[in-house]
């Protein structure tokens, strides 16, 4: 039976659903970099894979056998995408399974800044009863902006459409959803000029890592609540701080961070910015589980399923 291994970690149902279509499953958990290059996936039609290793065209050159990888979850960026491509490696993810989970993560996250309630609740835990000094704003007539238009963008627009507000977004890459989404298109010029706030929803790339940085901060003509639930690199962390302290950005949500590990699974603490960052009272931060839940955790599986599942891969079975 074809040969498939799971690399990482993810919901048991796809591996139910692949052994029952005829697969042979296996986990290799802790397999690392060095044994895969010596040979140990060779004779592998599939993987399944979270961020624990890249898969390089190093790694791609010792895998011969390889038809497929499924990626639990939406990133690709540690996926040698064209080398898959040339080798006609067939790569599969699943942005539709936690983008629902990502669109309330974002609400969520805009309401605390906006209501304050982080604050509040430490407040009020520690003996205080300050009604004035939370007092919170709405997002009802406000201009929010969102950059990337994917499965997680516009599980973020369906949120919003609920508050009253204006929704607009940008996408270098896709136009023509403005009338079936209910959100407006907009370019970017349009959003420095009139967004009070920003959510990001962009994938790790070349062209995005490091986009927002004190440049792109500046050219906001109003002061901007930023939420970011992509990936951390986007995002220049002291760059934001600074655009804070001028009074710039009125606040910021940050699920990811620019200081986590490249396996999304662990966090450097000694960056010049971490003390700044933690301690300031305008920012709510999160460990990377916008799409994260116990729903989430299926339907990541599910989608990838019934994805491999209806490709042309049955015919391996």
């Known amino acids: 039976m074809p040969r498939i291994c799971f690399l990482d970690t993810v919901h048991p149902i796809l591996m139910q659903r692949l052994q029952a279509a005829g697969f042979n499953c296996e986990e290799q958990l802790t397999l690392n970099r060095q044994a895969i290059l010596e040979g140990g996936l060779a004779d592998c039609v599939g993987l399944v894979v979270r961020a624990r290793l890249t898969l390089d065209a190093e790694i791609l050159e010792v895998l011969p056998a390889l038809k497929f990888i499924a990626?639990?979850?939406?990133?690709?960026?540690?996926?040698?995408?064209?080398?898959?491509?040339?080798?006609?490696?067939?790569?599969?993810?699943?942005?539709?399974?936690?983008?629902?989970?990502?669109?309330?993560?974002?609400?969520?996250?805009?309401?605390m800044l906006f209501h304050k309630l982080r604050l509040a609740d430490a407040s009020v835990r520690s003996g205080e009863w300050n009604r004035e000094g939370h007092r919170g704003m709405e997002i009802s007539g406000k201009t929010v902006a969102i950059i990337g238009f994917g499965h997680m963008g516009r599980s973020f627009a369906s949120k919003m459409s609920g508050f009253d507000c204006r929704v607009v977004a940008y996408d270098k890459y896709v136009s023509g959803f403005g009338a079936a989404s209910g959100v407006e298109e907009w370019?970017?010029?349009?959003?420095?000029?009139?967004?009070?706030?920003?959510?990001?929803?962009?994938?790790?790339?070349?062209?995005?890592?490091?986009?927002?940085?004190?440049?792109?901060?500046?050219?906001?003509?109003?002061p901007i609540t930023l939420i970011h639930t992509a990936r951390g690199p986007i995002v220049d962390t002291e760059a934001l701080l600074d655009a804070m302290d001028r009074g710039s950005v009125l606040g910021a949500?940050?699920?990811?961070?620019?200081?986590?590990?490249?396996?999304?699974?662990?966090?450097?603490?000694?960056?010049?910015?971490?003390?700044?960052?933690?301690?300031?009272?305008?920012?709510?931060?999160?460990?990377?589980?916008?799409?994260?839940?116990?729903?989430?955790?299926?339907?990541?599986?599910?989608?990838?399923?019934?994805?491999?599942?209806?490709?042309?891969?049955k015919l391996l079975t």
């Open 71 to 111: 990626r639990s979850g939406a990133g690709l960026e540690n996926i040698d995408l064209l080398t898959a491509q040339s080798k006609g490696i067939l790569v599969f993810n699943s942005p539709e399974g936690n983008a629902a989970a990502v669109g309330e993560h974002a609400t969520g996250q805009l309401l």
């Open 253 to 313: 949500a940050l699920d990811v961070l620019e200081y986590e590990q490249r396996s999304l699974e662990g966090l450097r603490t000694d960056a010049s910015a971490w003390n700044r960052l933690t301690q300031h009272e305008r920012v709510v931060l999160s460990p990377h589980v916008a799409g994260w839940t116990v729903e989430s955790y299926f339907k990541l599986s599910d989608v990838l399923a019934d994805k491999i599942l209806s490709s042309p891969l």
């Open 187 to 222: 370019s970017m010029d349009q959003i420095y000029e009139e967004a009070d706030v920003v959510s990001l929803h962009l994938p790790l790339t070349n062209e995005t890592s490091g986009l927002v940085d004190a440049n792109w901060l500046k050219r906001f003509r109003r």
